[in-house]
């Protein structure tokens, strides 16, 4: 793929990347996209990294909030990740939604920068979110459309089978884990056709496809029920409530930076 200095995330909490802590950096995580940068920019002194992802974005925020920010960065590539904190909501119109993601990816692609799109992930392995499958099927499929129209790359994540290994995930069973992260930023690496980050030890194969560990049935529960406390419930009470984790939050990394 073709392209150069400028690199801009844009999305939710996937983007952002939470869970993959860092505390040294912006909002305590590191994530994918920070891992893609600082491959994309070895030896390469003009290279400048923007991550405008925010965790709790919807889609329309994203594309309000963050799109027009990223086209007055001049990018040369960008990676755009939007739509699952709706798929997840009680109601959703998909089709009116994908109105607004075109608009949005249509001023991307009039800056000249190469941009890659996320599908959905099938969380055909999860009781709770996979009850999404279909909503997400349909998104996927308009979104390959969208992807054709505009000539953007797509990183399908819908089609990554490691991702049913639970080691992938991290405890709040919604996001990456650190290992998730490192394997996601090489598949983006793969579409860039760029080289893969140096093999890294966190208990995962390294074709990402190691057989997740069975926890006996007494240890099962009690996992869940310390899951249904600590995130689950306080996942519903923020939907309840309309408020977001991403509340008070501000981007990690607003301006072009050198990681």
Do not use: C
């Not at 793929?1 to 909490?13: H, T």
């Not at 997840?88 to 607004?100: A, Q």
């Not at 099927?137 to 129209?149: F, G, M, S, T, V």
């Amino acid at each position: 793929m073709d392209f150069s200095d400028r690199y801009v995330a844009l999305g939710d909490s996937f983007t952002e990347g939470v869970g993959d802590p860092d505390p040294t950096r912006p909002n305590g995580v590191r994530g994918w996209a920070d891992r893609v940068a600082e491959q994309l920019g070895r030896n390469n002194e003009a290279f400048g990294y923007a991550n405008l992802a925010i965790r709790g974005r919807k889609l329309r925020q994203i594309m309000a909030e963050q799109v027009e920010a990223a086209v007055a960065l001049q990018p040369t590539l960008v990676t755009l990740y939007a739509g699952a904190n709706d798929i997840f909501r009680p109601k959703v119109d998909i089709d009116s939604l994908m109105e607004d993601y075109d608009a949005g990816l249509a001023a991307l692609r009039a800056t000249g920068a190469a941009v890659l799109l996320f599908t959905g992930f099938d969380a055909r392995s999860s009781k709770v979110f996979g009850t999404m499958r279909g909503r997400t099927a349909i998104y996927n499929e308009l979104l390959r459309e969208l992807a054709d129209k505009h000539g953007a790359s797509l990183v399908d994540y819908w089609r990554f089978g490691e991702y049913h290994d639970w080691r992938m995930w991290d405890r709040d069973r919604m996001h990456m884990s650190t290992a998730g992260h490192i394997n996601m930023a090489n598949r983006v690496l793969d579409v860039l056709e760029r080289e893969r980050l140096a093999p890294a030890e966190h208990g995962i194969a390294q074709d990402g496809r190691a057989t997740a560990v069975r926890a006996g049935r007494v240890a099962a529960l009690r996992d869940n029920a310390q899951w249904v406390r600590e995130h689950a419930v306080p996942w519903v009470v923020r939907r309840v409530k309309g408020t977001s984790s991403g509340d008070g939050l501000s981007p990690r990394y607003p301006e072009l930076t050198r990681l």
